[in-house]
């Protein structure tokens, strides 16, 4: 199981820092990963980070803003996210890909937990 926490109402440009704690299963041989969806939209992809940290994947709107990170002997990941714009306002998911290496897309996942809501506001 994996649960997201961390989002809230920040104004623009604000930082926030998503965390996903895993329970049950250790995600230590998979690649996890971050996706949001906002009212109205398709989840897109934010951030995917390797097995071991040593690679991580950015989405373009997100690159150079966000900074995904995880420990293995926590079982946690977590999704910096700064200069936060309104754009960024959605659902963000944390998700368990289905190798070592993630994909972009959600059929690379297997495993998602519950969202946690993000607004920015202008």
């Known amino acids: 199981q994996l649960q997201a926490f961390g989002g809230g109402l920040v104004q623009a440009g604000d930082s926030l820092r998503l965390s996903c704690a895993a329970s049950?299963?250790?995600?230590?041989?998979?690649?996890m990963g971050w996706f949001r969806q906002a009212p109205g939209k398709e989840r897109e992809f934010v951030a995917a980070?390797?097995?071991?940290?040593?690679?991580?994947y950015y989405a373009d709107s997100v690159k150079g803003r966000c900074a995904i990170s995880r420990d293995n002997a926590k079982n946690t990941v977590t999704l910096q996210m700064n200069s936060l714009k309104p754009e960024d306002t959605a659902d963000y998911y944390c998700?368990?890909?289905?190798?070592?290496?993630?994909?972009?897309?959600?059929?690379?996942?297997?495993?998602w937990g519950q969202g946690t809501q993000v607004t920015v506001s202008s």
């Open positions: 998700a368990g890909a289905r190798f070592a290496v993630p994909g972009n897309g959600p059929d690379d996942y297997s495993y």
């Open positions: 049950g299963r250790r995600f230590s041989n998979n690649g």
């Open positions: 980070i390797n097995w071991n940290g040593g690679r991580t």
